[in-house]
């Protein structure tokens, strides 16, 4: 029963502040992207999808460095530590990684199908790895309170 109410005051505690930050991330790409798409010139040139995945790209990292900073005042430090810091690491490289990926295929043509092979590869890696992470930190702390969980959450 314990664990419910922390539960509960976490999600009460951490949800508005998140929620907003879940929809100010991709409102400011959107409307980058939005911008970008009526510079003449830079949808003819192929620019455009190569801009639009490195912005929603860094987006996502900006998103889980914000939500670091607010976790890390509002949880106690070793919860943090355990938990939420190697999630987030583990979602940031999850970002970075595909970024990379396709540079290397943009910029090495013959190894592109490899890299797009290599990009699905990475993303259902690192989702398993978060996954399990998630599980983890659930161990540790039953009332640790995931992002999917708290993006669900109705206040």
């Known amino acids: 029963m314990n664990t419910l109410l922390e539960k ?24 980058l992207a ?53 999630v987030s690491r583990a979602s940031m490289i999850g970002y970075f990684v595909p970024v990379l990926l396709f540079y290397a295929g943009d910029l090495f043509p013959q190894y592109s199908g ?12 690192i989702t398993l790895f978060v996954s399990k992470l998630n599980a983890t930190a659930k161990q540790l702390d039953p009332a640790f309170v995931t992002m999917r969980e708290i993006e669900q959450y109705r206040k």
Request: charge should be positive; charged fraction near 15%.
């Open 114 to 125: 490899v890299a797009f092979a290599m990009i699905l590869i990475w993303v259902l890696v």
């Open 34 to 86: 939005l911008i970008c798409w009526f510079i003449p010139g830079f949808w003819e040139t192929g620019l455009f999808t190569s801009f639009a995945i490195t912005v929603l790209c860094l987006g996502g990292v900006v998103r889980e460095i914000m939500r670091l900073r607010i976790l890390k005042r509002r949880l106690p430090a070793e919860l943090y530590q355990e938990t939420v810091l190697k």
């Open 8 to 31: 509960n005051a976490r999600l009460n505690l951490l949800g508005p502040p998140l929620k907003k930050l879940q929809h100010l991330i991709p409102v400011a790409v959107l409307m």
